[in-house]
């Protein structure tokens, strides 16, 4: 029989995400009964331009370079065929959801069943996670072409890591900010936190606690500093949608964290558009999260950088 200590080395996560010319990797575990700690982290870059060969070396000499002490990861799933869509059933039976949903894969992919992967998250109460006959079910599918899916999982592999599970921009950003800011979220008060990368954006509406509504976008010829103007349509699309469709809980502020661009007139555009108290968030920086003094102190490839919000959350199952 394994002992405590073997079985916790098996079950022993890092969060990684190869996205826009930069690997990141961060391991993280439970201080207390509010506070996460960062035991493991960096980042490297690669060029856009990069073989998936070339990924493995970064991959391999990031590991060795951060010390990262398990190959078992849980991967950022980044695809231009990824659909992420809100769905609502009002009078679905549980046992029926996972066809209804398979349906809706294959008409967003147009791929036959065969080549799709599917998965979705169900908007629930914390003290009610199960389903019953008759019941409105509402959350967010994801679906994706298989081969996307086994392209980076072999890629890992080749790298040398054990990829155990995969989760897409949007929802390791929910899991960060509830983990970190939870009590800012509740039945009346929501929040809309958008996580920018180079050229993505992850926009998340967190409602009643622990619900949400998270919308991808793509720009597709140039970084978000000279693209402000389209990053606002579409945060205020998200925001009119989950009004009208979704819920009436108001959003009462909106976060930007990850890789904001550093002129001042960028935020300020965003929030005198929009309209809603606007805030900048460094996660890393955050008072729930705790950091070694080693990371706070280093100078070449610092850690505490907005390269790393994604793997954040992908690290938190580890938790």
Known sequence: MASAETILERENIAGINIADGVVSAARIVKRGRHKI??????????????????????????????????????????????????F?????????????????????????????????????????????????????????????????????KKAGLFPVLTDVGCTSLCNLYLALRGDKVNKDSAVCVVNLSRYNADISILYNDHYIYPRTIISRSAEWSSKVQYLIENISDALLYYHVKVDKTPVTQLVITGFVPEESEFVAQIHDTIGL??????????????IPHAFKSARKNNVISPLMTTSLGLGLRNL
Request: with cysteine; aromatic share 8%; glycine share 4%.
């Open 88 to 156: 609502k059933y009002p009078d679905l039976a549980p046992r029926e959801l996972t066809s209804a949903l398979g349906l809706e894969a294959e008409e967003s992919l147009q791929l036959p069943p065969e080549e799709i992967v599917y998965d979705w998250h169900l908007n629930r109460p914390k003290n009610d996670p199960y389903t019953h006959v008759g019941e409105a079910l509402h959350g967010i599918l994801v679906a994706v072409d298989k081969h996307k899916v086994n392209e980076q999982l072999n890629l890992l």
């Open 277 to 290: 108290p606007t805030e900048v968030w460094s996660p890393l920086q955050d008072p729930n999260f705790s």
């Open 37 to 86: 700690a960062l035991t493991h982290a960096g980042w490297m870059e690669y060029a856009p331009d990069a073989s998936d060969e070339e990924i493995v070396q970064v991959v391999r000499k990031l590991w060795k370079k951060i010390r990262m002490p398990t190959t078992t990861v849980c991967a950022g799933l980044h695809s231009r065929s990824l659909c992420l869509k809100y």
